[in-house]
């Protein structure tokens, strides 16, 4: 197969000396009438044909042309201007505001296309929207920006990724995050995260079947394209400089916890002592805390008040966030380069968290002559970031600050670390065990682009991904940890740990674009593409260091482990697209693709994947051209085909394991083969409408259903096979749903730096079923089932009947609906409907200018979901966990018959029951900013081309009045496995949310 690559390349490659060239190349630098700012991404295109390009963050372009070419010029919120070309090689255009007509060019799979052409779903953002939000994860700060996509934070750590779904949950085992390629490179997520946001040129979200298609058996859940800045020509140098300074804190809760004195009374009602309590009662010779009074109780009482402690003071802080980009882009006609930097830098507040970044992007474009250009981009990250014990229990930070009580101070009178009723110390652990991580992220694309003939253009492009990551986990010696589970003959502990991952894509297109008596316009693209990733990993471990200092392996006395694993998978691709168009009112996009992985059976290894597309922009109709306000209005459908092929590398093989037998090595089977598993398969529809009235109001509204079959689930074998459980593909699911998008200029200004207002609301509704399952049986996970006929993870508990007012009791519901006290798990059941994904979400926008002030604002709000709020219930605990910290809700407990009360007598006992499965529905202002541009009069005088500065903040106010603490949940705890690390499921006291406010500079000259 390499060979037969390998031959095709250096064919084409054989191409370029055959080829030859349009006529020159013109350039320029397209404007606004009004002000003479630089219009960037307006559409350039050659009258006739689809050949065209857009501008950059200058106004910049540049265009091969032929004898006698017009090129049409447009933009959004400007009208259509055409010239002609003639003999001139630099043509610089000034539009004119209110355009009659919204035209252009979007970035879809494999290339571009006119926005009044693209028949899929496919939401732009632009890369000013998002630059200055302060967040080091890109997929976090698209959060509100597009309908359909749900974007929800992991947690509150510095650096950490969201969680993305794309027009709903698309699978259960295979994986829901959308394919994300970065200029046409497929990444993970994480390495997704490591792109520098000011080094973004565009990023287009492909939702349907006809945009998703043209990626086969990795688009179902959607795809995110982003491309970075491309260099192009300029008249000079053009120098960025933006910083950007704030500060973070936790978002406060929307409840109380227990004061001191709360605390204490708390105790003595339960008949509990803690330790201070205990060792007073025994001076005083009384026999237990049932003997005090309160009044034998004053003086403890009074020396535990003295020494009280806020622990959210000392665990948290404000963290500190600094970011720093510099970009320098530039070029002639022959040559143009970009070269961006960023180093960003973050404390997280939890003492002892910390996440830094740098990141490099160089692009570079050679034009040697009008049908060759070579170009490649290269981008660079190294991230290192400390990692606090993410985990439900002891050694958790995020736990400790509501687990430990109010009284219990953090160091004793010797200053030594007080270990606390939970007998550690989470600031010992946070100075004696260090854990971090460092990664190398290299993402390079090189390319080769021809036009051999009028109208034709081969491209190849090579696509390198590298990622190296490393973890060091010290346990120093004689630390409180050390004394738990080490080996007090050979004192530390250490673990490192890592992986290497390559993947290389190898793409090859050629694109032709044919227009005939000036109305029929056609675009034909096919190409191939080669995927190989391969993945290695280590860990080592030992035990026995000489000091605190010396952490190296090397230097340890006992070697513990040493392992090594490998694993590779590769995808063959072959691809095509059919674009036409009538007089540009009638639309049709036929698209095909044919995949073949390694990772599926040999029987069902290759796959075929297809989309049918059609529009009609009825505002070129002649029965409309009177309808004067009519801007754009489309009509839109699509069917199409995709797959998920996230699984194991080697799911569908038959497999061995090494062990004994007896005294000699023996292997063993692991695994059953099975030779027909494969995709995932999702056929979707959709119908929408785009439209643009009174050059103000302009929206989207479209209706979506995606039915996925052959889903990837372990089926029950019999014990006779020798095997509990086997892939298959069986099961199916279904989301339907609408979204819509709006936006209205309430005020526009008639003149540069007048008054505007700007108004945009973006909704989503999604409705998601698991239509088939094996055998009709439902299949358990923890505290959620898949059950037919339910949403994905429908939850499945025990129901709670509230507190009997006689006796204090808790109540419960039988399996039959009946009333009863005595808990029996056998009662658990589905919980229809109630599923931990949002039902509804959206954001809504206002922007404000006036004199170069800026001034906007979103809020984002989501609902129609459950969480089970584990960490509500152990702060409330029924009595269970009266040693630690409490919330002041738990003090409204039953005391005396004929109480009507939330919380029943305290126990010692408390269940997993829906009295703590909470509706997740919240409003949050997501993002406010206040900006200031120079007017160009002084801009002039300081030589700048643009400079502003602005004031942000991010997620300033919550509310949620369903829910205690912030509803925005992602994993429950990074290391609680199951439940606990899928997001949204539950609340284990994870990395809280944070609130930042930052201030920064963006200067350009």
Known sequence: MLKKLLLSFTMFLGMLGTAWAQDRVVSGRVTGSDDNSAVPGASVVL???????????????RLSVSDGATLVFSAVGYAQQELLVGARSTLDVALIQNANQLDEFVVVGYGTQRRTSVTGAITNISARSIQNIPLANLGNTLQGFAPGVQITNQNGRPGAPAFIRIRGVGSINAGSDPLYVVDGVPLNPDAYGAINPNAIESISILKDAASVAIFGSRGSNGVILVTTRRPAPTEGPRVDVNVRYGYSEKTPDNFRMMNVDEKLRYEYALGYANSYVSDYLKTKNISGIAAATEADLQPIWTQLRDQSVDWFDILLRKGKQHTENVSVSGGSEKLSYYFGFQNYGEEGINKGSFYKRQTGT???????????????????????????????????????VYTYNPYEPERNPDESFNLTHQGFSISEAIENNPETTRTLNGLATTYVEVSPVKNLTLRSNLGVNYIDYARESYIKPGSILDQYVGDPNAKGSKTDNGSGTFNYIWTNTAQYSLNLATVHNLRL????????????????????????????????????????????????????RLNYDYDQKYLLEVSFRRDGSSRFGRNNRYGNFWAVGAGWNLNREAFLENASFINNLKIRAAVGTSGNFNIGNYASLGLYRFGSYGLTS????????????????????????????FNRLRGVVEFYNRDTKDLLLNVPLSNTTGFNSRLENVGSMRNRGVEAELGYDIIKARQARGFNWDFRVNFTFNKNQITDLFNDKDIPNGVTRYVEGQPTEVFFLNRSAGVDPANGDPLYLTAKGEVTNKFSSGDAATLEGKAPDPRYYGSVFNTF????????????????????NSMWSTLVSDGSNRASAQAAYALDYWKASGDNTPNPRPTNVIYTTDRFLEKGDFIRLRNVSLGYDLPKSLLGKLRLQEASVYVQGQNLFYYAPNYHGDPEVGFGSGEGGGNATRGGVLSLFSFPTTRTVTVGVNVSF
């Not at 009258?47 to 372009?61: H, I, L, V």
């Open 525 to 576: 693209l096919v190409g191939s593409e080669f995927t190989k990733n391969s993945f290695k990993s280590y860990s080592l471990g030992s035990k026995g260091f000489p000091s605190n200092l010396v952490n190296t392996q090397d230097n340890a006395s006992t070697p513990l482990t040493a392992t090594t694993a490998r694993s590779d998978w590769s995808l063959y691709s072959l691809f095509s």
């Open 849 to 868: 200018s006036f004199a170069g002030f800026r001034l906007s604002a979103q809020v984002y709000y989501s609902g129609g979901n459950y969480i089970l």
């Open 362 to 400: 160089l692009s570079l474009e050679f034009r040697p002559y009008s049908w060759l250009k070579v170009g490649q981009s290269t981008n660079v990250s190294f991230r290192r970031e400390s990692l606090l014990r993410d985990r439900n229990n002891a050694q958790s930070p995020f736990r400790a």
């Open 666 to 693: 023996a292997s063993l089977p692991s695994q059953l083969e099975n030779p027909d598993l494969t995709w995932e398969r999702s056929l979707s529809y959709n119908l929408g409408t785009e439209f643009t009235l």
């Open 47 to 61: 009258k006739g044909t689809t050949q065209g390009t857009t501008t950059d963050a200058n106004g910049g372009y």
